[in-house]
């Protein structure tokens, strides 16, 4: 789906690896439940249970077909147990986590799974129950470090990389595809998202030149479904309007054996970071898979047949070139970054229009006309300050707070090529798709009570986001947190499905805001 989609996906906080603007105490590794040591044995067990509630806060007009409203029903109940163990044996350092994701059927999921057998999608499709698309259990990371010396460390296994400086957009993190499937927007750590994959990853110090080699190949021993972001394409709660209720995969199937992007290719890359003149600098370039799918159409097949009734869902391989600068400014009391990220060959779909009646005559409409590939040039401009704004909220310290500014540019743009920003919409794409948003978090009573407002707005067609939370910090073992995610389209949102309407990024969110209630149990 379209690019920036897989980083709307991306939290507003950057998750464990990177930092978070949350509270710290969102960590699960400060409360190990048992831990012990030997001379050159140690080992540590923690983890959490956790659980959501989520309300819908407007009518979806996808239910009106079978006489339903969903405002003020519960749209998710989830409890997810997750366990973190940590051993170290002689020099050696090992990680395991498993984590199981469990979900109740609400009155709204079974009003959608009757939506999936009004329209017929029920039959074909690869989910028997709405809950497959929900839950699950996995071995989420499993991997060894061992030390080469004094500079170098080799991590094998099951892991997480982070590439890349942005928070809600992401411009180099493409190391990993994300799982999207059960809630779009937004939830705190991005370690919680991302599709662990298995890696041979290494870091080479040089403290000669300040800096720092960070290198990883990925074998392609992964499976299928580990590739790419996965999104609630089954009719579920996070299907983009106006597909709640429709099944997708009665028509189409994921192609991992694609030419163009085969699951078991080997893929990898290079990262340099350092710093110089007061300055924190990266160089990298990664092979990786494109994050979001791009439609293989019957009518017009790209390099192969597809297997699916109407269209395959493939993820071409892509190359990525990307900078990242950050400084401290005395001026402005901040923090200032920047992030460039050059792609090679971004695969998008032709076909602007509605499914039988397309734009261009030729290209079917609703992106099923073939693929084309475009460069792409991403940057991101931030600027993050602590305010001062205790005279005015009474907060206890300075509140962190962040801008961000996001723009996606396809290169050597053409109207003619009759891109579109998403199949199933006949949307065009546009040369720049910029977003801008912000963020800050309050801090009351040591840390344990932190509101925050988060804020979004589509510069290039209008619509946004808000997210007002509070996240509270009841003891060392229980942390809970209340949100709204409330979203407008800008007028830019389809009604009815396979048209040629006007959805742009936000349109995909209409009538989705919800109020959603988290708590986490720490051990």
Not at 83 to 107: C, F
Not at 391 to 402: K, L
């Amino acid at each position: 789906m379209a690019a920036a989609l897989a980083g709307m996906a991306g939290s507003p906080a950057r998750g464990a690896e990177t930092g978070n603007y949350e509270v710290a105490a969102l960590g699960i590794g400060d409360q190990p439940a048992k831990s012990w040591a030997a001379d050159d044995f140690s080992f540590n067990l923690s983890g959490y249970a956790r659980g959501w509630v989520s309300v819908n806060l407007q009518d979806q007009p996808e239910l009106k077909a079978i006489g339903e409203n969903s405002k003020g029903k519960l749209s998710m109940v989830r409890g997810s147990l997750l366990l973190d163990a940590d051993a170290k044996t002689g020099a050696v350092k090992w990680k395991a986590i498993g984590r199981v994701d469990r979900e109740y059927k609400t009155d709204y999921l079974n009003d959608l799974e009757r939506l999936r057998e009004t329209n017929g999608t029920d039959r074909g499709g690869h989910a028997s129950s709405i809950l497959d698309n929900y839950n699950r259990g996995e071995i989420r990371e499993f991997w060894a470090e061992i030390p080469l010396g004094e500079r170098v460390t080799v991590k094998a296994g099951k892991q997480q990389l982070v590439w890349g400086e942005s928070d809600f957009f992401h411009a180099m993190d493409l190391v990993h595809g994300y799982d999207l499937s059960w809630r779009l927007f937004f939830e705190g750590e991005n370690e919680e998202w991302r599709k662990p994959l298995t890696l041979i990853s290494t870091k080479i110090r040089v403290p000669e030149a300040d800096g720092m080699l960070a290198a990883y190949i990925r074998p392609g021993v992964d499976r299928c479904q580990d590739i790419g972001n996965t999104y609630d394409i089954q009719g579920g709660r996070w299907f983009f309007q106006p597909y709640r209720g429709f099944d997708l995969t009665a028509v189409t199937d994921k192609d991992c054996d694609h030419p163009s992007g085969d699951y078991r290719d080997v893929t990898g890359g290079v990262r340099w970071s350092g710093e110089a003149f007061g300055l924190s600098y990266s160089f990298a370039w990664l092979t990786t898979f494109s994050a979001d799918p791009v439609a293989n159409s019957a009518f017009k097949p790209y390099k192969k047949a597809p297997e699916g009734a109407v269209f395959d869902r493939i993820h071409p391989q892509i190359d990525v070139y990307g900078m990242t600068v950050s400084g401290y400014s005395a001026t402005l009391n901040a923090v200032l970054s920047a992030e460039m990220a050059y792609t090679k060959d971004q695969p998008y779909n032709i076909g602007t229009g509605a499914f039988l009646s397309p734009n261009v005559p030729g290209n079917v409409g609703i992106g099923l006309g073939g693929v084309k590939l475009k460069d792409t040039l991403t940057t991101m401009l931030r600027i993050d300050k602590d305010l001062d704004l205790e005279g005015i909220f009474g907060t206890s310290r300075p509140s962190f707070s962040s801008i961000q500014l996001f723009d996606t540019q396809v290169l050597n743009f053409k109207e003619s090529d009759d891109l579109v920003r998403l199949f199933a919409y006949g949307t065009p794409l546009t040369e720049h798709n910029t977003i801008l948003t912000a963020f800050t978090t309050l801090n009351y009573r040591n840390d344990t009570i932190n509101p925050g407002f988060a804020i979004g707005f589509d510069l290039s067609h209008g619509g946004g986001f808000a997210i007002p939370s509070v996240s509270l910090t009841l003891n060392d073992q229980w942390l809970a947190k209340i949100e709204a995610d409330l979203f407008w389209t800008g007028d830019r949102s389809n009604k009815v499905q396979f048209s040629n309407q006007r959805s742009q990024l936000f349109g995909y969110f209409d009538k989705a805001s919800q109020l959603v209630f988290r708590l986490t149990r720490q051990f």
